[in-house]
C-alpha cells in the first residue's frame, strides 16, 4: 500500500519554510534581450531527459566523429560526464521501472520489455514513485512521451496518471516498439494535431519547452522521454541526406546507399547495415541534440538556467547492428557493458563543477534520492530505495557510500536464452553468471572495458566472492528464476 496521507501532508508542511523566493535572472548575454526575470523557489528545477536505445559511444563527448551533438557536448562542458554509468537492465521497461520506483527491477518484478506477450504493468497501489515524491516537496511534475511501464492501454492501469503525474503528454496509446516517428501519430492518439511531416521528437522537444514555460514560476519536476533513437530508424530527410554526404565523403562515393538503403532479408538495409556510422541514427541523435538545445535555450530565456538541474541518459545500451557502444562488448539486452553502460551528463551551475568527468560507478535508482534530495524532500517513511543519493558526490565530491552493483535479466518477454544471466560489479570486478548454459565469466574492467580477457579461472576466489553477493543480493530481492 502507499504511505499514509499524514507522512505526505507532514511532508509538504515541512518544505513550506524551504521555499523561499528569490530572483532568478538570465544566464545569457546571446538571450539578454528576450530574457525574462522569473520569481522561484530555492528548489532547483530538475529536467530528466531519457534517449531510448542511445549506445554508450554515439555522443561527441563519448568521442563520436561522425555524428554532431554540438549541444550535448557543450552541456557536457558545462557539467560533468560519467564513464560508469550504468542502466538498471539491458532493456527498456526494467530500467524506466527503476527510475520511477527507485527499486532494483528484480525487486519490482518488471526485468524485461514490456510487450504483447506479457499482462505485467507498475501497480500504483504498491510504490510511492519518484515524482510523487518530488510533488510532496511542492514540485509540479510532468511527462512527456514514452512510459512503457503498462500493457494495458485501454484501461492504463499501470499508466502515469495513475502514479500521479501532474501532466502526462504524448506518451504511447499503443505498443510503440517499432516506431511511429512522424505525423499523423498512430500510437499517440493524444496528439491528435500536428503540422504536416511534423517528426515526433521535434514534437516531444516542443512539448517540453511549453512545459518550462507554463511551469517557470513554481518549482518542477519534467520527465521528457523520446522515443528515439529506437528503432525502426527513421529520420527527416534532409538529415538523413546530410549524413549520407557525410558518409560518402569518409568511406567512397554512392557507400551510403548502396550500404543502407539495400533490401536485405526483406527489410531495410537501414536496419541491418552492420556500421559504427549510420546516417539514419545519426539524423535521429541530431534531433534529439537539437531537442536539448531548444530546452537549455529556453532555460537561459526564463531565466531558470542556474536553478535547474538538467540530466541527459539512456535507458540502455544500443540495439544491434545499428549502435555505436564505444568498443563495449555486444549491445541491447546483454549483460555485457555495451548492454548497460550508459552516456550520463549532470549539468547545475554553481553546485556541480563544470566540465568535469568521472569514472565512479552510478546507476539507475541513484536518481531517485538524489533528486529528492536535491528538492529538499524526504524519502518515503518505511519505502525501500535501492538506490543512493549523489547530491553529496556531485557538489562536494564525496564518494558514494556503495561498493556493488547488481543486474539480473531472466528475459521473461524475450526468453533469450542466451542472454539469461544475472551480474554484480565491484570495484573494478564484475561476474557476469549466464544460466542457459551455466558459466561464470569474470572481468577486470579497469585493464579489460571491453571485456576481452575472461578471468574466472584465474581467479577463482575472486568468483567465489562475486557468486556469493549475487546469491545473497538475488535472495535479498526475492529475484525471478529464468525459465530454461
Known amino acids: 500500500m502507499k504511505q499514509p496521507l499524514l507522512y505526505f501532508i507532514a511532508a509538504c508542511l515541512l518544505q513550506a519554510s524551504a521555499c523561499q523566493s528569490k530572483i532568478a535572472t538570465a544566464g545569457s548575454s546571446n538571450n539578454a534581450g528576450n530574457a525574462e526575470t522569473v520569481v522561484q523557489t530555492d ?39 560519467f564513464t560508469n554509468a550504468y542502466a538498471a537492465a539491458p532493456v527498456c521497461s526494467p530500467t524506466r521501472a527503476s527510475l520511477i520506483t527507485g527499486q532494483f527491477p528484480a525487486r519490482v518484478r518488471i526485468t524485461d520489455f514490456m510487450g504483447t506477450q506479457t499482462d505485467r504493468a507498475l501497480d500504483p497501489a504498491k510504490y510511492v514513485t519518484i515524482n510523487e515524491a518530488m510533488a510532496q516537496a511542492g514540485y509540479h511534475t510532468g511527462l512527456v512521451g514514452k512510459w512503457h511501464l503498462d500493457t494495458n492501454y485501454k484501461e492504463s492501469i499501470g499508466g502515469p496518471k495513475k502514479h500521479g503525474f501532474h501532466e502526462v503528454i504524448g506518451t504511447e496509446t499503443k505498443y510503440i516498439a517499432d516506431g511511429d516517428y ?37 518549482p518542477f519536476f519534467l520527465y521528457l522521454s523520446y522515443y528515439s533513437v529506437h528503432t525502426a530508424l527513421e529520420a527527416k530527410q534532409e538529415l538523413v541526406d546530410k549524413y549520407k554526404r557525410k558518409f560518402d565523403a569518409k568511406y567512397g562515393a554512392g557507400q551510403a546507399d548502396k550500404l543502407f538503403e539495400s533490401a536485405k532479408e526483406g527489410a531495410d538495409g537501414k536496419h541491418l547495415a552492420k556500421h559504427l556510422d549510420n546516417p539514419y541514427l545519426a539524423a535521429m541523435l541530431e534531433s534529439i541534440d537539437q531537442g536539448v538545445g531548444a530546452i537549455m535555450q529556453e532555460l537561459e530565456r526564463t531565466g531558470l538556467a542556474n536553478n535547474t538541474l538538467l540530466v541527459f541518459y539512456s535507458d540502455n545500451g544500443g540495439a544491434g547492428s545499428v549502435a555505436n557502444n564505444g568498443g563495449l562488448r555486444m549491445n541491447k539486452t546483454w549483460l555485457y557493458e555495451g548492454g548497460i553502460r550508459e552516456p550520463l551528463i549532470m549539468r547545475l551551475p554553481g553546485k556541480i563543477k563544470a566540465g568535469t568527468r568521472t569514472d565512479v560507478p552510478v546507476t539507475t535508482m541513484d536518481f531517485y534520492p538524489t533528486f529528492v534530495e536535491f528538492g529538499k524532500g524526504k524519502n518515503p517513511v518505511g519505502y525501500k530505495l535501492d538506490g543512493v543519493s549523489l547530491a553529496s558526490f556531485l557538489t562536494k565530491g564525496q564518494t558514494p557510500n556503495r561498493e556493488t552493483l547488481y543486474w539480473h535479466y531472466p528475459s521473461e518477454t524475450g526468453k533469450w536464452k542466451p542472454r539469461m544471466a544475472s551480474a554484480v560489479r565491484k570495484g573494478d570486478y564484475k561476474l557476469i553468471q549466464f544460466y542457459a548454459k551455466p558459466r561464470v565469466e569474470l572481468y577486470n574492467l579497469k585493464a579489460d572495458p571491453g571485456e576481452k580477457k575472461d578471468l574466472a579461472e584465474k581467479m577463482p576466489d575472486k568468483v567465489r566472492e562475486l557468486q556469493q ?16
Do not use: C
Request: charged share 25%.
Open 182 to 218: 512522424f505525423f499523423p501519430y498512430d500510437k499517440i492518439s493524444t496528439f491528435t494535431t500536428g503540422k504536416e511531416n511534423e517528426y515526433l521528437t521535434d514534437r516531444q522537444s516542443e512539448e517540453a519547452v511549453k512545459f518550462i514555460q507554463r511551469n517557470k514560476e513554481k
Open 469 to 484: 553477493l549475487l546469491t545473497n543480493w538475488k535472495t535479498e530481492v526475492n529475484a525471478e528464476e529464468p525459465v530454461i
Open 43 to 81: 528548489q532547483p528545477n530538475i529536467i530528466f531527459i531519457m534517449a531510448d536505445d542511445l549506445g554508450w559511444g554515439e555522443l561527441g563527448a563519448y568521442g563520436n566523429t561522425f555524428n554532431e551533438t554540438p549541444h550535448l557536448d557543450k552541456l557536457a562542458s558545462q557539467g560533468i560526464t
